[in-house]
């Protein structure tokens, strides 16, 4: 089955800062990566996600990159602001199984002001 | 609005009883998930169903099974609870079709906390 790795498990940025988590598969059949954001006291909610066939994504402060090569991809917030704090979760679908998501260990991420 | 709710935040329970834990989506998703979240381990499938009475083992089924007799309705079911099952569970739900948007993706519910004394 699919194995997603994510690093780091805890970041603090500065408030303006950056803020990059990165993930690695290991089923190279895998092709669609979403990442997820979970809020305390609440469930994930999607934030953006990429396709294999698309090297990069954007949503305003957001970003996803995609190596399929390297079987790695990122997340990338500018300008962090305090309610960008959360913990984010990568994922992956491998194509045997449309509908099962194999998520990373998560990163809990604080913004301080 | 989407909304995947489950029937509690907090539960408490002995070792040994039997819980149940409820989950209701009002978006006519035929795909739902459970999951447990655990610090440093992330979301892990433990049960997943695609259908009314259809259902497929997740990467962590032992200790658990589960019921789908309606599309809304998904239940946990922990058949004699121990300390190691003490987790966050979180519902989800999705749709299937290629014209879902986004596709698959999956809507959560709050989590249900549950101790097991």
């Known amino acids: 089955g699919e194995n997603v790795e994510q690093h780091p498990s805890t970041l603090s940025v500065q408030e303006g800062d950056s803020a990059v988590i990165k993930c690695t598969y290991s089923?190279?059949?895998?092709?669609?990566f979403p990442w997820y954001k979970q809020e305390l006291g609440k469930g994930p909610q999607l934030i953006i996600d990429?396709?294999?066939?698309?090297g990069e994504k954007k949503d305003q402060r957001i970003a996803v990159t995609l190596n399929k090569t390297a079987k790695h991809f990122s997340l990338h917030i500018t300008e962090t602001q305090p309610e960008d704090s959360a913990v984010y979760f990568c994922?992956?679908?491998?194509?045997?199984?449309?509908?099962?998501?194999?998520f990373g260990a998560g990163t809990t991420v604080t913004v301080r002001a | 609005d989407v909304k995947v709710t489950q029937s509690s935040r907090y539960l408490v329970k002995r070792t040994g009883e039997k819980v149940f834990l409820e989950c209701v989506q009002d978006?006519?998703?035929?795909?739902m998930f459970w999951y447990r979240q655990d610090p440093g381990l992330g979301l892990r499938l433990i049960y997943f169903?695609?259908?009314?009475?259809?259902?497929e083992k997740g990467d962590i089924p032992e200790g658990y099974s589960v019921s789908r007799e309606k599309k809304e309705r998904f239940s946990l079911i922990l058949e004699s609870a121990s300390t190691n099952q003490t987790s966050m569970y979180l519902c989800a739900s999705s749709s299937p079709h290629l014209l879902a948007a986004p596709w698959n993706e999956q809507f959560f519910g709050p989590g249900t906390r549950l101790t097991v004394l």
């Open positions: 169903s695609y259908d009314v009475k259809m259902k």
């Open positions: 089923d190279s059949a895998s092709n669609y």
């Open positions: 994922a992956a679908i491998p194509r045997s199984n449309d509908y099962k998501l194999s």
């Open positions: 990429i396709r294999s066939n698309v």
């Open positions: 978006m006519d998703h035929e795909n």
